[in-house]
């Protein structure tokens, strides 16, 4: 799995038994699904991108701009090849939709991570400034104003401007918003303060327990700053919480992936590493490739801790649903070592 430290693409799989739907979605005489936009955006955070393009495309009439939206983030996810014009050509008709701004300023990030390096520090400028005018034209919007001061921590020749993340972070640390502090750990990742960074990270998480965003945002920036088995503490901590909706079920999920590598690495224990991965995939519905990236070295904890029987059924589950040859050629020499 390609890892960019700080940053865990992906992860949104859910049992779409454990969202909760509106009344109006259920199946109509015709049997066309009706679905609300959070329950949408919910299946999209789970990455359930074919339940979305069933039920949008049954509708009999054009689609909002919100559904709008959820079909280009679908685009975007799967790479297709007009996706960034696509989106390039949303964003510029929707100039003061601050919620079009953000999902723009998200999507731009994953186009620049798809993008080859000659293109990509252009294209992240295209994020920095979607996710600045998002906060701009949202100025009470607390998570908006924590993404802005994010984009402009980046570098300058990917269109930062370091001069003004300080005061927006200052001006958030002066209400009570959780991305405050998000967005404080930020900062002092970017000004490299360690000892501070440490000091905060580690205070804040306890201050926070049972906040997802928060803790695993101080294991990212404890990590960073090379202090392993504290961020294993709190990415650990993070995922023995129940699994939240939208945006903080995704550094959620991070933070169960993070564990079960962390204990794969020696810096958690295996059975830390069995549970958050037991959880993770509890929590999945979508056999993708990130799920079946999880289940394969969920697999690999449960050989080393000679959970025999389990890490036979998990590496039997991969084979029925790997696509990849590699990976089913894996689980086949797994189950043949396992099988003696």
Not at 12 to 36: D, G, R
Not at 113 to 129: D, E, L
Not at 157 to 166: E, F, N, P, R, W
Request: hydrophobic content about 40%; overall charge neutral.
């Amino acid at each position: 799995m390609k890892l960019i430290h700080g940053v865990k693409l992906v992860f949104f799989t859910v049992s779409l038994t454990n969202i909760c739907m509106s009344e109006s979605a259920i199946a109509t005489p015709q049997s066309k699904l009706v679905a609300s936009q959070q329950t949408l955006e919910q299946l999209y955070y789970q990455r359930d991108y074919q339940s979305i393009k069933e039920i949008l495309n049954a509708l009999n009439r054009p689609l909002k701009i919100d559904e709008q939206l959820l079909m280009l983030a679908i685009k975007v996810q799967r790479d297709e090849d007009d996706a960034d014009d696509a989106l390039e050509s949303l964003t510029n008709e929707h100039q003061n939709n601050a919620k079009v701004q953000y999902w723009a300023g998200n999507l731009w990030q994953i186009v620049a991570k798809n993008s080859s390096m000659f293109s990509k520090m252009s294209i992240y400028s295209h994020y920095v400034k979607a996710m600045t005018k998002a906060a701009k034209l949202a100025p009470q919007n607390a998570r908006y104003q924590m993404e802005a001061a994010k984009a402009y921590g980046q570098p300058s020749i990917m269109g930062g401007d370091s001069d003004k993340q300080a005061p927006i972070v200052a001006k958030l640390l002066q209400g009570s918003s959780q991305f405050a502090h998000i967005a404080q750990m930020d900062l002092l990742q970017n000004t490299q303060k360690e000892s501070e960074a440490i000091h905060y990270a580690t205070g804040i998480a306890q201050q926070y327990s049972n906040n997802v965003e928060i803790v695993e945002r101080a294991a990212q920036l404890l990590w960073t700053f090379g202090d392993k088995d504290k961020a294993g503490e709190f990415f650990y901590q993070a995922c023995m919480l129940p699994a939240p909706i939208k945006e903080p079920y995704l550094k959620w999920s991070a933070a169960c992936w993070y564990s079960v590598l962390f204990s794969d690495n020696g810096e958690l224990s295996l059975e830390q590493g069995i549970t958050a991965g037991k959880k993770l995939l509890a929590q999945s519905s979508v056999k993708d490739n990130e799920y079946l990236e999880s289940l394969e070295l969920y697999a690999q904890l449960l050989v080393k801790a000679r959970q025999t029987a389990n890490a036979i059924n998990a590496y039997n589950d991969l084979l029925a649903s790997a696509t990849n040859k590699s990976m089913k050629r894996k689980a086949k020499e797994a189950l043949k070592k396992l099988s003696k």
